[in-house]
């Protein structure tokens, strides 16, 4: 029987697929200290990594945005093996379309396909009501 890994079929129960290949490691030291040091998506990046993986863990609310803000010291609980992260050519998500019909995305930031645009969480009077990646 194949894997979703090896066909790239994801069942319709099956609501997103990311690899889970460590082929293609990123030195996170190396990654917040290359060229692109105005890059705003690096701005506190250590830290909002920490933050998002504690709060996954401890399974706290999160807004799609950020989980409620943690100690140094709780932060400090989590260790990053081998200060590395990985990454994935692409992600596939299933989805419904308005004909109710089922469909699936292939995000893939190497293509054309590397657009995201999402209902936005935030509910303030002024919010945009999408977010874009």
């Known amino acids: 029987m194949s894997t979703i890994e090896e066909d ?3 069942p319709p129960n099956v609501h997103h697929f990311i690899s889970s290949t460590k082929n293609h490691p990123v030195h996170l030291s190396e990654f917040l200290h290359s060229d692109e040091h105005e890059d705003p998506a690096k701005k506190d990046f250590y830290k ?8 996954r863990f401890l399974e706290r609310n999160f807004d799609g945005d950020t989980h409620e803000s943690f100690t ?8 990053l093996y081998d200060n590395k992260m990985f990454a994935t050519k692409t992600l596939r998500i299933n989805f ?11 995000i893939n930031p190497r293509t ?3 657009n ?6 935030d509910t303030s009077p002024r919010a945009h009501p999408f977010w874009y990646a």
């Open 72 to 79: 140094d010291d709780q932060r400090k609980s989590i260790i």
């Open 48 to 55: 909002k990594l920490k933050e998002h993986l504690l709060g």
């Open 96 to 106: 419904t379309m308005y004909d109710v019909r089922r469909d699936q995305d292939v």
């Open 116 to 121: 995201v645009m999402v209902h936005s969480l």
């Open 112 to 114: 054309d396909h590397c």
């Open 8 to 10: 790239g079929k994801v």
